[in-house]
């Protein structure tokens, strides 16, 4: 079995401040990890996702997140966020389940650039 | 476009109609999945299909069907609609395999059932 947590239901912050959402996951088999955004009335897409190698992945936009498989974690970060990073973000993992990648869904971030 | 196109985008019926949202996507993927969500729920998985004609049941499958005749399209239907259906719904697709598990997901339709 595998889940995913993610504690923080809604984070404020202001504009050009740093922000770090959590999510942790727990997984009896190895696990890819991602985090999805999700914009108003949309569906979700794809920010990053760590499949192998480095631990830190980083997405176009400025985002970053690490790998931690001691302490079973990927938290997203950003070191200045703007006003257009106002959404919901989602961590989700996938692991081998009888022959497919299932995905699990954390519950979700708001994420509410003050300006 | 490339990509997955869902249908209608908004409906209202009532309780005990019958409620089909289709999913037509145009990358051949080969996986395919419908979601709901919900608030404090997250997204959870209702039906999934590997390829036509196969089709297996996700975490809360209750009051759903699905079929998958051709590869491009997955319905879900709702045979009786209920209040607790009332949900934003989101198809999604994997590549050839699935191996990563990267989804790549449609716009939603968001029901509401009166």
């Known amino acids: 079995a595998q889940s995913v947590t993610q504690l923080d239901s809604q984070v404020p912050v202001f504009e050009e401040a740093p922000v770090e959402l959590r999510c942790n996951y727990s997984s009896s088999v190895s696990v890819y990890l991602f985090w999805y955004v999700q914009y108003p009335n949309q569906g979700l897409q794809l920010l990053l996702k760590?499949?192998?190698?480095?631990?830190l992945v980083e997405s176009i936009n400025g985002f970053e997140a690490e790998f931690n498989k001691s302490q079973t974690s990927f938290h997203l970060r950003k070191p200045s966020v703007h006003i257009s990073d106002t959404a919901e973000y989602f961590c989700a993992v996938s692991g081998n389940s009888g022959g497919y990648q299932k995905v699990t869904f954390g519950t979700g971030t708001k994420l509410q650039v003050i300006p | 476009d490339a990509g997955i196109t869902q249908s209608p985008r908004y409906k209202i019926t009532e309780t005990g109609r019958q409620v089909t949202l289709m999913c037509h996507q145009t990358w051949s993927h080969s996986y395919m999945f419908w979601y709901r969500q919900d608030l404090g729920h997250g997204l959870r998985l209702i039906y999934y299909?590997?390829?036509?004609?196969?089709?297996d049941k996700g975490e809360v499958p209750d009051g759903y069907v699905v079929s998958r005749s051709k590869t491009e399209n997955f319905p879900l239907t709702l045979e009786s609609a209920t209040r607790s259906q009332t949900s934003v719904y989101f198809c999604?697709?994997?590549?050839?395999?699935?191996?990563?598990?990267?989804?790549?997901f449609g716009e939603g339709s968001r029901l509401t059932v009166l």
């Open positions: 760590y499949l192998s190698g480095s631990t």
């Open positions: 299909s590997a390829a036509a004609d196969i089709t």
């Open positions: 999604a697709s994997s590549e050839p395999g699935g191996h990563t598990g990267e989804l790549f």
